[in-house]
């Protein structure tokens, strides 16, 4: 890096800007005067921006990866056959038997750590990362000019904590193209030997905006929380396939290991909001509190990830209990949060570890929010929903319409009753008549005796779905 802070050094492989090993290192400062502008170009994975090496380190104020202007992304443009930019860049690796802090919630501690392949990787135990912007640009915006992998990633350690439970614990994590966090084993598969991250707790971040840009390998997760697999198949530490990208699927009871024991997400059911109430249902089938007791949080997102589940955009409340089902969560929010989609995680207590906390599941598959007057949240109101034929039950399946998100009951222009019933996909979204007086190019040719229909269906990818409009 160059004195002034705006410009790479000349690029060198396998380099390390800054490392440390001691205890209580203080790399940075609350003072932008204290700040680093860290950055590196590497390609191995024991590489950094700031490698921890050993003992404890305190990181704070930093920009890793982006110049001092806080925008301009320091790493390479060019993007190899698996999305990575090349060569690959790390933002920070806290590696080998260390444990740090990167960020906190007080002011001046947050890091910068933006424009890089991999911009925190976990390989150690007890690490706190919080408060920090991660992907973004100082001011938290998401930027297509900055080329960002993946957000954290831990590999290998356990009790490490990303977040918080805190006023300004949370991470914003924004703008990457794999998981905003991932939890991932690694095979190594040259000496035959697997490393697994455990307890792992991710509480209260904001992760959006992941998997915006179309990639190969990388990308192919698209979720906020992602637990899955790397090999390294050539020994150098590095992962070079990755498996058990995307949702994991619940298994009974929990019973299954891995990532953070791969623990069960919840499962939601409804959520509606009265007022600045918000009642959620659900069901919680998770394992590994040692006092089976799980910390669920909330989070309402206005953009779905193509699976539906998550991403987490904003941390809305919390409940603690143990499982079970048909919990009912009662939050106070702020504003309408209506139409949104809600997701959730679960915590487990964990009183052996220094947060508290043990592991994070990845977020609960998306359910709409609805309001006082429409209870499914398919757009049209229970009151026209019951008003329909068949005494409300239009489609003839012994179920109420306004109780179905997937079956919708609605006048149209015509003021002609009409049913839109789809399957294959978890909700109907909006759904609403198109007046064809309205339309500025016409096909006189037909006739729309039941009028034209617009809809939106909430729908993952791999989804197939039938409508069935009458
Ligand atoms: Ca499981
Ligand atoms: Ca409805
Ligand atoms: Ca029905
Ligand atoms: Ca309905």
């Known amino acids: 890096m160059r004195a002034d802070g705006t410009t790479a050094g000349a690029i060198d492989t396998n380099s390390v800007s800054v490392a440390t090993v001691g205890n209580d290192v203080v790399v940075g400062g609350v003072n932008p005067a204290d700040r680093n502008i860290i950055f590196s170009h590497s390609s191995i994975t024991q590489s950094a921006g700031i490698a921890v090496l050993g003992g404890t380190s305190l990181i704070y104020g930093n920009y890793v990866g982006i110049a001092k202007d806080g925008i301009t992304d320091l790493s390479p443009t060019s993007v190899d056959a698996n999305g990575l930019t090349a060569p690959f860049s790390m933002g920070i690796n806290l590696l080998n038997v260390s444990s740090s802090t990167v960020g906190g919630a007080a002011a001046g501690m947050r890091n910068l750590i933006s424009g890089n392949t991999a911009n925190v990787v976990i390989s150690s135990a007890n690490n706190v990362v919080q408060g920090n912007y991660i992907g973004t640009d100082y001011t938290g915006n998401v930027r297509h000019t900055i080329t960002n992998g993946m957000g954290v990633t831990a590999v290998a350690g356990s009790n490490s904590l990303i977040g918080g439970t805190g006023e300004g614990e949370g991470n914003l994590i924004a703008g990457v193209r794999g998981s905003g966090v991932e939890v991932a084993d690694m095979y190594i598969q040259p000496i035959d030997h697997r490393v697994i991250p455990v307890k792992i707790a991710i509480l209260g971040n904001s992760i959006h905006s992941v998997g915006v840009f179309n990639l190969l390998g990388v990308g192919k997760s698209n979720l906020g929380i992602d637990i899955s697999n790397f090999t390294d198949t050539d020994g150098n530490f590095a992962p070079d396939q990755f498996d ?36 959620v249902t659900y069901d919680l089938d998770s394992a590994g509190s040692p006092s089976n007791s799980y910390r669920v949080e909330f989070y309402a997102n206005n953009n ?48 052996t570890t220094g947060s508290g906390f043990g592991a994070t599941s990845e977020f609960a598959h998306n359910i709409s929010i609805a309001s006082e007057s429409d209870f499914d949240a398919d757009g049209i109101p229970d009151s026209e929903e019951d008003a329909g034929p068949n005494s409300g039950d239009a489609n003839d399946d012994g179920i109420l319409d306004r109780l179905q998100p997937t079956v919708t009951t609605f006048v149209n222009s015509a003021n002609i009753y009409i ?30 005796p039941y009028g034209l229909t617009d809809f939106t269906l909430y729908c993952s990818r791999g989804d197939t779905v039938d409508v069935e409009v009458n």
Request: glycine content about 14%; some cysteine; proline content about 4%.
């Open 244 to 279: 058990g990208r995307g949702p994991t699927v619940n298994d009974a009871t929990d019973v299954d290991a891995g990532p953070n024991g791969t623990i069960n997400f919840p499962v939601l059911k409804t959520a509606q909001q009265i007022g600045n109430q918000l009642t």
């Open 304 to 351: 779905r990830t193509i699976f539906g589940y998550g991403p987490g955009e904003t941390y809305i409340g919390s409940a603690t209990v143990s499982p079970g089902t048909d919990k009912t969560a009662t939050l106070t929010v702020n504003g309408n949060l209506s139409g949104k989609a809600l997701s959730a995680t679960a915590t487990a207590v964990d009183n």
């Open 419 to 448: 049913t839109l019933a789809t399957e294959g996909c978890s909700e109907n979204g909006t759904v609403s008549s198109i007046d064809l007086a309205s339309l500025d190019r016409k096909d006189n040719g037909y006739h729309y």
